[in-house]
């Protein structure tokens, strides 16, 4: 039986994904990054080219991984898009493709992943909501709604999977200082004002950073973290529990 952790990231290229990468990869994890647009995977990561809404890519590139290393211990459930307006604006296109990305995306890497786990002494799931699940974010139905629905999964697959050992639970974040956030901001007229304007509603005065996220994924991963699943863990700075100056 391995005694070195092996993990599978999606998304895991850019952004919140590559920082849990570059975490496990420091804590002497064995990772697999899968990622639609892999160019920029860290190097000592095994790195698959997987869109998380093919199943038979899935289900192969998981196959490949599982065969390799004799089984699976972690899933970080990371990958995600999003689109921008309210339901007034949002198309059934946009619908479908958000939700096939960020919920059945999820879903089918657990499907495929979990039969893996069999042999695991500590299987893990970590799925990426975000605080828009809990809190009303203006113009961002689509991706809310996506991301309140992996909230609840992530309870019943906690419910589903408890009698076989499996622990899942996910991780809420807030701004945080990504490419696709740098891509938000920089679509303002004024990019700069942009970026102080999301600093300064944060309590702690800064964004969110990929390492403040990929730390609670670790602990989340972590053998020792054993008797919490269907959890949902903040990450935002304070932004949705804190009132100051009231
Ligand atoms: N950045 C934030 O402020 C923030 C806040 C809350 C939640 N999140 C969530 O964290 C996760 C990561 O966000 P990020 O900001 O690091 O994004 P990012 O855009 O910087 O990186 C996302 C990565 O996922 C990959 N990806 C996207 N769709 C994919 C697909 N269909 N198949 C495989 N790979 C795919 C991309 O190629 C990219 O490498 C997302 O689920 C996002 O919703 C982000």
Same mark, same amino acid.
């Given at each position: 039986m391995s005694t070195t952790?092996? #993990? &599978?990231? !999606?998304?895991?290229?850019?952004g919140i994904g590559a920082a849990v990468v570059a975490r496990l990869l420091d804590a002497g994890t064995r990772v697999a990054v899968f990622d639609r647009d892999p160019g920029e995977a860290h190097v000592d990561a095994r790195t698959y080219a997987v869109d998380i809404r093919d199943s038979a890519a899935v289900e192969a590139a998981v196959s490949a991984v599982a065969s390799e290393w004799g089984g699976i211990d972690g899933l970080?459930?990371?990958a995600g898009v999003g689109t921008r307006g309210s339901v007034m604006d949002a198309t059934d296109d946009d619908w479908l493709t958000v939700l096939d990305t960020n #919920? &059945?995306? !999820?879903a089918r890497m657990s499907r495929a992943v979990i039969p893996h786990m069999a042999s695991s002494v500590a299987p893990r799931i970590v799925n990426m909501s975000s605080v828009s699940a809990v809190t009303g974010v203006q113009g961002r139905a689509v991706y809310s709604a996506s991301k309140g629905a992996i909230q609840a999964l992530t309870r019943a697959m906690a419910a589903d999977h408890v009698a076989a050992g499996i622990l899942v639970n996910c991780v809420l974040p807030g701004t945080?200082?990504?490419?696709?956030?740098?891509?938000?901001?920089?679509a303002?007229?004024?990019?700069?004002?942009?970026?102080e304007a999301f600093a300064s509603r944060q309590p702690t005065g800064r964004l969110v950073t990929p390492e403040d996220v990929a730390a609670t994924v670790a602990l989340l991963l972590d053998p020792a973290f054993t008797s919490v699943t269907g959890e949902s863990f903040v990450v935002d700075g304070g932004m949705s529990a804190l009132r100051l100056g009231v």
């Open positions: 952790r092996r #993990v &599978i990231v !999606t998304g895991g290229a850019a970080v459930n990371n #919920v &059945i995306g !999820t945080t200082e990504t490419s696709w956030v740098r891509r938000l901001i920089d303002e007229p004024d990019p700069v004002a942009a970026h």
